[in-house]
């Protein structure tokens, strides 16, 4: 039996969307907690979460979003559209579905900026964020590395085949992974197609705007985090993240105040958050938001 339920909702311009839905297994303890929003990075999917979202959905109700042209969710028509404040959209639109007033936050690379957009927009919805290795600004290393590779298209005829591309391109971001890591990581990134090739879980033109400047984040994103100044927050930033500068980091926390500041040692960009200092802080910021229950 599947941990999740999988749900689909439609778009403004009419993409049918996908996410994951995770309920919690102890309904009690979950009775009156704002269910977790999981939002994953450029080129990632919802199966980046499935760990995190197994674990926490013992108390919590779980909601991993594939953001359009990624996973299941369908490809748009327009490559323009695969910009933040389009996915902001998908994402109000499917909170509204859902019913969901309230809600916490947990965004990997793309989806921290997008989180930070969702607070800009409508602040009161927003419980609690966790924004893994990124900030309202990027460093243009990892920039430049990131879009190096967007939208490259690879094939590959075994899993192994794609665990050993992953390694390559990867490595300096996972220092001490293993084979079994990089197969894990592979399964998370690529798909098998109609043809049984092995194949990245995206569409490729999902490129297209990111490599225009100025689109790879928002307008104005420190104002947008500023909106995120009167609830709990964590910033958990890879100890060798080419994204996420150690004094963006550092300024995040002060401009935010009562922020929490979790660096991941070791790890590039991002974290995968079942580290042990990640998921440490993860649950003390949960153990905080669960202190003072909200009806979702």
């Not at 778009?11 to 995770?22: F, Q, T, V, W």
């Not at 979202?53 to 327009?78: H, M, N, T």
């Not at 859902?98 to 921290?112: D, E, P």
Request: charged share 20%; glycine share 8%; aromatic share 8%.
């Amino acid at each position: 039996m599947a941990a999740y339920e999988n749900r689909y909702w439609w778009s403004n311009d009419g993409i049918r969307l996908h996410a994951r839905d995770y309920a919690p297994r102890d309904p009690v303890a979950a009775a009156g907690r704002p269910p977790i929003l999981c939002l994953p990075g450029l080129t990632r999917n919802a199966r980046d979460f499935d760990t995190l979202a197994q674990r926490l959905s013992a108390e919590w109700r779980v909601v991993v979003v594939d953001f359009r042209g990624r996973g299941d969710s369908g490809y748009a028509k327009d490559p323009m559209s695969y910009v933040p404040l389009v996915y902001v959209q998908d994402v109000e639109k499917l909170l509204g579905e859902l019913g969901c007033t309230r809600y916490l936050a947990i965004g990997t690379s793309l989806g921290g900026i997008v989180t930070m957009l969702l607070a800009g927009a409508a602040r009161e919805t927003i419980v609690g964020a966790v924004l893994n290795d990124v900030g309202p600004e990027i460093d243009p290393i990892g920039l430049s590395r990131i879009r190096s590779y967007v939208g490259k298209t690879s094939a590959w005829p075994t899993w192994m085949h794609a665990a050993r591309a992953v390694a390559e391109s990867n490595a300096d971001a996972y220092p001490h992974y293993e084979i079994g890591d990089w197969l894990a990581m592979a399964k998370r990134l690529y798909r098998l197609n109609a043809s049984g090739r092995i194949v990245l879980d995206y569409d490729m033109k999902i490129a297209e705007p990111f490599r225009l400047p100025g689109n790879e984040a928002g307008p104005d994103m420190w104002q947008a985090l500023n909106r995120l100044s009167e609830i709990p927050v964590l910033i958990v930033r890879g100890g060798l993240s080419d994204i996420l500068p150690a004094p963006v980091a550092e300024r995040m926390a002060a401009v935010l105040g009562d922020a929490a500041l979790v660096t991941v040692p070791d790890v590039g960009h991002a974290p995968t958050l079942d580290e042990p200092e990640a998921t440490a802080a993860i649950d003390r910021l949960l153990a905080g938001v669960a202190r003072e229950p909200v009806v979702a």
